[in-house]
């Protein structure tokens, strides 16, 4: 009888096969392993960099809020400052040229103001993209479907 043949052989050779395999089922262990490790490291390091992010998102938000209410009450002031100076003008206290002088200075906090805002809503953009979402590089025009850029 031929030995390599025998149903026991086979069953014998695959039960130890594994075990004569020179370590490279350990060796593969460890490989898969080490690719484990090393992508939760990766994922870890993203996760610290985008909870960074909008850390610093926020606080930057909230810095320029504050920044636009100052504004705001400057602007308030500087109205209030125009509305005395054309008072004045009015009872002949003094010429035109501080009124001017008081709308200029309203409508420089004015445009301060409105690039502050402007400011803002680039903080927000910054924000929504750390928090993971998506932005469009083009803006789709008013009225219309911002995806498709149809009328809606």
Do not use: C
Not at 103 to 120: F, G, K
Not at 128 to 146: K, M
């Amino acid at each position: 009888m031929d030995l390599i043949k025998t149903p026991l052989y086979s069953l014998l050779a695959s039960v130890t096969a594994p075990l004569f395999d020179h370590g490279r089922r350990a060796a593969e262990v460890d490989r898969t392993e080490a690719v484990v490790k090393e992508r939760l490291a990766g994922y870890g390091k993203a996760m610290l960099t985008a909870m960074i992010e909008v850390d610093s998102a926020l606080i930057q938000e909230a810095h320029q809020q504050a920044l636009i209410a100052e504004l705001t009450a400057q602007q308030e002031i500087a109205a209030a400052m125009v509305r005395e100076a054309r008072t004045s003008y009015r009872e002949g206290q003094i010429d035109y040229l501080p009124v001017l002088n008081a709308i200029q200075a309203e409508q420089a906090v004015a445009l301060n103001i409105l690039q502050a805002q402007r400011t803002l809503l680039s903080l927000r953009v910054t924000l929504y993209r750390a928090l993971g979402g998506t932005w469009t590089s083009t803006l789709a025009a008013p009225g219309t479907d911002g995806a498709s850029g149809e009328p809606r």
